[in-house]
């Protein structure tokens, strides 16, 4: 893959990203935001900020670093450290958004309870195995995907339990839980063998990841959108 290739599957994810976080912004703007709202838009903006930084690394390797030179030989020459840290972050944020759609204190307790373990875990896998800069954390990606997993049934039984559920289409988190759940799980399989990420090995591989990640992304992001038009069609009767 070139550079040129690189571009044709990065520029359509990037671009809707940003159609996303854009959309959101006029939701929040077109309505009163909860707190979660507001989190969860400010998600969409900070994701697609650390991808268009993030693409220095891929950038620099297919150009063969006829730009960004500066990092060839150091340890941020590639971008896993962003992806590292930002996917610690957005678990965290999604676990609060629904967290804080629920109800019931005793879960609301244990999640929080949950949360801890996560991050500490996380933090102490990342220093400990020492891939900080070199790979993307497994761990944090299978962890966070349960845990996220946990959080959105616990919201989802919750909803088919109500009255709420008779409007589910004019409720946000309805749309994020299934945005979410697809993008997670289909990363991981992909992080499991991210060690293939080198076409000298498996160029097959490398053209499935990048069309399969462009797909999911596209599919993701517009389920993200079509649910902001929605609530804002439902909330604006």
């Given amino acids: 893959m070139d550079i040129n290739n690189y571009l044709v599957h990065v520029l359509p994810v990037l671009f809707i990203e940003l159609l996303a976080a854009m959309v959101g912004t006029y939701y929040l703007n077109r309505i009163k935001p909860e707190k979660g709202d ?13 991808e268009l930084i993030a693409e220095y690394s891929p950038i620099a390797y297919f150009s063969d670093y006829e730009y960004f030179e500066f990092v060839k030989g150091t340890v941020i020459e590639t971008n896993t450290w962003m992806y590292n840290l930002s996917l610690l972050i957005t678990f965290i944020v999604l676990f609060n958004y629904f ?3 629920l109800i019931e ?6 999640i929080n309870i949950l949360i801890w373990i996560f991050v500490i875990s996380c933090v102490v896998n990342l220093v400990i195995s020492g891939i900080f800069f070199s790979l993307v954390s497994v761990y944090t990606l299978l ?21 709420e559920i008779l409007n589910f289409s004019g409720i946000l988190p309805f749309y994020v839980s299934i945005g979410a759940t697809v993008l997670n799980l289909c990363l991981v399989p992909f992080a499991i063998y991210g060690k293939y990420w080198a076409s000298s090995i498996s160029p ?23 649910g902001f038009i929605a ?3 439902k909330k604006s009767y």
């Fill in 99 to 101: 967290k804080w759609k």
């Fill in 143 to 163: 962890a966070g995907t349960m845990l996220l997993l946990f959080i959105i049934g616990i919201f989802q039984l919750q909803l088919l339990n109500s009255d």
């Fill in 105 to 110: 204190n005793k879960l609301i307790k244990l």
């Fill in 204 to 226: 097959e591989f490398i053209a499935f990841r990048s069309n399969a990640l462009l797909i999911v992304n596209l599919l993701v992001y517009s389920i993200y959108i079509f």
């Fill in 38 to 50: 507001i989190v969860f838009v400010a998600l969409l903006w900070f994701v697609f900020i650390v």
């Fill in 231 to 233: 609530c804002l069609k």
